[in-house]
């Protein structure tokens, strides 16, 4: 079937017009399986590349109303990854591309979509290439494992102590496999690290989207790996 575009319906004769009622029964047909149901896919269905990116579009752009709630966001978010058609042609060829980066000793970020209120990267870590312990300051995210292992683990920011050293309570530590997520909050979670256990390639989902000035807050820290004061889960950390 061919593709129909607003300048077509424009130039359309009436009987070209009245052919082409005829056949919008098989093109509604058509977008709605593009757009997987506008992102809520049968129960075990997946949804393409296109549709995923417009629910959560969609999604992201309740950021800017008063009740917005971000766990419900990143509820839905985590749903729709988990949805997500990993075989999708686009992003097969992204995956194939993110080869070209192996044995260059770094972790490798392909930007997959930047829009006003999120952005999707993709990351590559070769074994046991890792993200030191960092902040998202003011932004959601989730993280989709989509090949290999990688350890994350996430803190949450208790205070800053006089001695100008932080004090974090670990909130998760999970080893993420294909098909499996990680989220953080803009208050809880928000402190993370991640380590490749193999090859592995993960998709990153942040909402609101980086810019300069959130990026200049971003902040890396020491943790020291002992408990403070042998206290289970705490853990005193320094600027890095």
């Not at 969609?58 to 729709?80: I, M, P, R, V």
């Not at 930007?111 to 999120?118: A, G, I, V, Y």
């Not at 800053?160 to 932080?166: L, P, Y």
Request: hydrophobic share 35%.
């Amino acid at each position: 079937m061919n593709d129909y575009n607003r300048r077509e319906f424009i130039r359309t004769s009436l009987p070209g017009f009245l052919g082409l009622t005829m056949a919008l029964p098989a093109i509604t047909a058509l977008a709605t399986r593009a757009n997987a149901c506008q992102g809520r896919p049968a129960p075990g269905g997946t949804i393409n590349w296109d549709a995923f990116l417009e629910a959560v579009a969609k999604e992201a752009a309740k950021q800017h109303l008063d009740h917005w709630n971000e766990t419900d966001y990143l509820q839905c978010a985590a749903a729709l990854a988990h949805t997500l058609n990993l075989q999708d042609p686009a992003l097969a060829a992204a995956f194939e591309h993110t080869k070209t980066g192996l044995g260059n000793e770094r972790i490798d970020f392909y930007d997959l979509e930047k829009r006003r209120d999120f952005q999707i990267n993709l990351l590559q870590f070769e074994q046991g290439e890792r993200l030191r312990h960092h902040d998202h300051p003011g932004m959601t995210g989730v993280l989709l494992c989509t090949t290999g292992r990688l350890q994350t683990d996430n803190y949450d920011l208790l205070e800053r102590r006089e001695s100008g050293s932080f004090l974090l309570r670990q909130s998760a530590s999970e080893i993420l496999e294909k098909g499996t997520v990680s989220t953080l909050t803009s208050h809880e979670r928000n402190i993370h690290r991640v380590e490749a256990l193999d090859l592995c390639q993960v998709i990153d989902i942040f909402a609101p989207p980086y810019d300069p000035q959130r990026s200049a807050k971003s902040t890396f820290f020491n943790v020291d790996p002992e408990p403070f004061k042998g206290k289970q889960g705490l853990f005193e950390a320094t600027l890095a």
